[in-house]
DNA sequence: CGCCTATTTGATCTGATTCAAACAATGTGG
DNA sequence: CCACATTGTTTGAATCAGATCAAATAGGCG
């Protein structure tokens, strides 16, 4: 249960000062942003490929995740989103959403009207720079993902995203003793991954049967962190995840 | 042989025209930045993962790749680059590339230090919405692209590319007669995305095969292009390319 | 308890890879 | 201007990783 004190925004401004550095007029300007919240419940679009929202979604508790469906039916989801993020800042540069929002376990989400961030990023304008940022971190986990999912072998890549989930959970604070709360179906990880639900199976049995990792009900357990980014040739380079790693 | 007139950021000027409508001012401030051109032969290295530039690289002329390299030695292509790019102006913002840069025909290429584009974009604040819409653009192709590796057969995403290519260099004002410049050897078809190209090859002959198109030296003739974007489910929306459907 | 959703197992099939070699086109130096 | 080297395309055959289909099992939860 979220303290009632906490601003909205609170998740966002952890997760900004997770790569950068904030000051306090910009933090109050945060703080200040007005936000419609609202529970809503799993497997619910956010917004739908086609539409020309006129507010943003800032995900304060649970996950959702950004996807698109083939002619013949088959999805893929693009990235998965966790609290903090505002997975379609997008749209306040690109009028026609390409893709859609939705989320995938029951969520906590704010909703931010465009002008209300124009106006933010005219008053601070070096949270364009931040959210800018941002975005191209986000492209960085696209490449990532496109060269799993074209030129990596099945278990490369299960292993790989269950470092990237692990890693990223961990820098917004909610590892604690090598586990992370994950609420993923394999048939998520399947479309995220371009595998079938059937063979994400059977490659997380082999990835268990190697002793690298415990994954049951919503919580993961890395048991060997060497050894399960070795087996998903992982390298946390991409996420940008180290401040002092920014541009000048 | 380009016109010594010419200024070397034309091309991008004409590139973002395409997609924004610029001022006089804006334009003006485009043209009188310093940039060092350069010919380049191809299969070259711009830029490298890990490498942490200090400038940008400007497409003038000839076609350029971003790529990455798997442990085992494969690669993914993550986008092509035509004249008026410039893909590597993320590196303003994220200090450490986390992929490479590669040219794949000879190119003409302009160098831009890093503090030119920031006092651009200091006195042009309105420039940076432009470049951070370039890179969000940048971004829903690399989701395309995703869709297509993780979730449609060899023969949909060959005619996809296809497409994509065909759709971005017709933007530019390079299509004439249904005609492209298109210099692309199956291989990189293949490493873009995600087949080898034996089966890039077959692929080929069965869209030559239909009618579609034919694809022989530096040049792709769409023959009939209701059937070929029907064949790669290809729906133009996600290039951003109409201004009227940019955000206000 | 019974329903619904998610995981697991088994058997079969196939799109795409791999390996290997021939061929074609382009460019180079003598 | 030809011989040769290089790079890209094409063909054929064998193999395999992962998909598909179908059904059983296991968890959660009202």
């Given at each position: ?42 497997d619910?679009d956010?917004?739908r490929e086609g ?16 996807y698109k469906v083939t002619d013949k039916g088959k999805r893929q989801i ?21 893709h859609s929002?939705g ?84 048939n998520e990880?399947g479309d995220a991954?371009g595998l079938s639900t ?51």
């Amino acid at each position: 249960m979220a303290r009632l004190s906490q601003s909205p925004t609170q998740a966002l401004i952890t997760k900004l000062e997770s790569i950068t550095d904030l000051t306090p007029g910009e933090i109050d300007a945060l703080r200040a942003l007005p936000v419609r919240v609202q529970e809503v419940r799993d497997d619910q679009d956010l917004v739908r490929e086609g539409d020309r929202p006129t507010h943003c979604c800032l995900v304060i508790e649970g996950f959702v995740a950004r996807y698109k469906v083939t002619d013949k039916g088959k999805r893929q989801i693009f990235s998965f989103h966790t609290p903090g993020d505002i997975p379609d800042v997008l749209s306040l540069q690109l009028k026609t959403l390409d893709h859609s929002l939705g989320t995938i376990t029951p969520c906590t989400v704010g909703f931010i009207q465009h002008e209300h961030l124009r106006e933010l990023f005219q008053r601070q304008p070096r949270l364009t720079d931040v959210f800018w940022r941002e975005t191209l971190i986000d492209a960085a986990i696209f490449r990532e993902w496109m060269l799993g999912i074209g030129r990596r072998d099945a278990k490369t890549r299960v292993a790989h995203l269950l470092c990237e989930m692990f890693t990223r959970l961990k820098a917004v604070g909610l590892e604690k003793n090598n586990t992370v709360p994950l609420s993923l179906t394999q048939n998520e990880v399947g479309d995220a991954l371009g595998l079938s639900t059937v063979h994400v199976n059977r490659t997380l049995q082999a990835l268990r049967g190697d002793s690298l990792l415990v994954w049951e009900g919503r919580t993961l357990t890395v048991l060997d962190w060497g050894r399960l980014a070795e087996a998903g040739e992982f390298d946390k380079g991409y996420l940008h995840l180290d401040r002092k790693n920014r541009a000048a």
